[in-house]
């Protein structure tokens, strides 16, 4: 079954650096998501990307953040500059197109360590 | 604003039995679309059963399904036949146009030998 895929499967990074966080959707989803969990707290939608352009983002996703598709395969999300509170797992989503009903389908996730 | 209340931080379920995990939301929305998504300890995210508020009937996938009250805006997952598998943290989830998800703070379920 066709999956998405996530690296790294964990970064460190120092405070202040940028990170990019590398994603490859199933390869016929033309939808694309970065959620982010913090460690014990619940799932946080940042950010959906649709045609080359975000969807929509919430207000967690600052300028700090920005999400590219750079090829026909990778889906990035870059923190320009990380600090403390950026720790967390940070999860890519794809779906396909029938319809809005179609599940959104999670890769493994990055553990993004900011020390 | 669209939000999803899991009143459940934990569960515990016997081998075997069955168990069921709460989910409300809010939402002015008439359509929308609802998931339950098992986190086991390795962090992935496994959808485990959807459910679109158009349909009346109640979704089922195997030993999982669910229990949706529209009025009520209610949407339980209920296991049957619990397996150690099965231990894991339970979100729900809900979106109405399947962009900006808005997930529970999860029920993490425990199955006993």
């Known amino acids: 079954e066709p999956e998405v895929t996530q690296t790294p499967s964990h970064q460190v990074t120092q405070m202040g650096q940028e990170v990019i966080l590398r994603c490859v959707p199933i390869s016929n989803h033309l939808y694309f998501y970065w959620y982010r969990q913090i460690l014990g707290q619940k799932v946080e939608f940042l950010v959906s990307f649709y045609n080359n352009e975000i969807s929509e983002k919430s207000e967690i996703f600052d300028d700090q953040f920005s999400v590219e598709r750079p090829d026909g395969s990778n889906f990035t999300l870059k923190i320009r500059s990380t600090k403390l509170e950026d ?24 553990r993004l360590s900011i020390l | 604003a669209q939000t999803v209340t899991q009143s459940q931080p934990e569960m515990s379920v016997q081998e075997a039995e069955t168990v069921t995990l709460s989910c409300t939301y809010d939402t002015s929305e008439s359509d929308y679309y609802l998931f339950w998504y098992k986190q086991p300890p390795s962090r992935q995210m496994i959808l ?50 399947n962009n900006d998800m808005r997930f529970g703070a999860g029920t993490r379920l425990t199955v006993k030998p």
């Open chain 1, 87 to 110: 720790s967390a797992m940070y999860f890519c989503a794809s779906r396909g197109v029938r319809g809005n009903n179609q599940p959104q389908h999670f890769g493994d996730g990055t």
């Open chain 2, 48 to 97: 485990v059963i959807r459910q679109e508020a158009y349909k009346q009937q109640n979704a089922t996938e195997n030993r999982f399904s669910v229990n949706f009250q529209k009025a009520a805006k209610s949407f339980s997952l209920k296991i049957s036949d619990s397996q150690l598998g099965d231990a894991a943290m339970y979100f729900c989830a809900y979106t109405y146009n």
